[in-house]
């Protein structure tokens, strides 16, 4: 590898990486993508001749085809310690270091919350009409004594059940591998999937995407759940059957949904949820806050300096 490395920062879209990691530290060109790209096609058009690639998180894929088609690249940094979009073991067949950064839960947990309050006291409308020079034009939903249903009680769904608990709610929790008394550590109870449905007031997802999880969320558990219920979604899009989630939608089966996460990210601009009055959408922010940024971006100049070194760091397996 030459002396002065070729680093690309990808999918940056609010143009902040330069400000909060000391980039000068490296002997490198950097160069910053704020737009996604296309396609495969321009991925491989984009990156060529990077020696070094920062991805945040899996905005951007790099398969097998896409990485066999960078033949430059020697280090691929990853925000976060672990990421679906990167093929590892192409990556290791091709003699690329992909390397990890460390991560907190708790931008998503409080952007889920800020889902779930929008929601239920109708935050856009009201903030619409106080601009508008209008006044009350909606009756909320409170939470208290209602019931916070949690699909996947890991980092982010205890977290998630435990500001329910402080809100005074009833908390119940569902997942392939949930136990009782795992549940119990949480103050929540484990019960079966079908009750999770029917009797959540709200549903939250926090599960990562998996052959087992994609379409875990089917039409059959849409229409099973409470007319006036909420569903939430800080994890992954495709965990969700999204044509049948705008199907209930547009039908009022369900009072409303809060996304933060889609099947196809960025979400088009002609997508129907982006038309449903019963729909809260955000683009995918959960966990992008100024604090777990610095972290990212820290950590990946570490990352870059510490291989340049001849000794990597925080490497993903």
């Keep these: 590898m030459a002396t002065r490395m070729k680093i690309a920062i990808l999918d940056d879209y609010q143009n902040v990486a330069r400000s909060l990691a000391d980039w000068g530290s490296l002997v490198a060109e950097v160069v910053v993508f704020t737009e996604p790209f296309a396609d495969a096609d321009e991925v491989v058009r984009s990156l060529a001749g990077f020696d070094v690639l920062v991805a945040m998180r899996e905005r951007t894929r790099f398969p097998a085809e896409v990485l066999e088609r960078l033949p ?8 976060g310690p672990a990421n679906a979009a990167i093929d590892l073991t192409a990556a290791d067949r091709l003699g690329i270091t992909v390397c990890g950064t460390r991560y907190e839960s708790h931008p998503t947990i409080e952007h889920t ?7 239920t006291r109708n935050l856009v409308v009201e903030a619409e009409s106080m601009r508008a020079g209008g006044w009350q034009v909606s009756v909320g939903e409170g939470l208290h004594g209602r019931t916070l249903g949690i699909l996947g009680l890991g980092r982010v769904g205890s977290g998630v059940a435990r500001i329910g608990q402080a809100f005074g709610m009833d908390t119940i929790a569902w ?3 949930l136990t009782p008394e795992t549940a119990a550590e949480h103050g929540v109870r484990a019960v079966t999937k079908k009750r999770l449905f029917t009797e959540s007031d709200v549903l939250s997802i926090h599960v990562p995407l998996s052959k087992q999880t994609r379409g875990l969320v089917g039409v059959a558990e849409l229409r099973s759940m409470k007319p006036s219920a909420l569903l939430v979604n800080t994890s992954r899009g495709p965990v969700v059957d999204e044509v049948a989630l705008i199907d209930v939608l547009r039908e009022g089966a369900i ?5 933060d996460v889609y099947d196809t990210e960025p979400l088009p601009a002609d997508h129907p949820l982006r038309v449903l009055p019963n729909a809260l959408l955000t683009g995918h ?3 992008v806050s100024r604090d ?3 972290t990212f971006y820290q950590d990946s100049v570490e990352d870059i300096a510490a291989f340049q070194a001849g000794s990597p760091v925080r490497l993903m397996k």
Excluded: P
């Design 175 to 177: 997942s392939r591998s």
């Design 72 to 79: 430059d690249l020697r280090l691929l940094v990853s925000t």
């Design 255 to 259: 009072r409303a949904a809060a996304l």
């Design 113 to 119: 919350w800020a889902l779930i309050l929008g929601a």
């Design 292 to 294: 777990l940024y610095e």
């Design 285 to 287: 922010v959960g966990f």
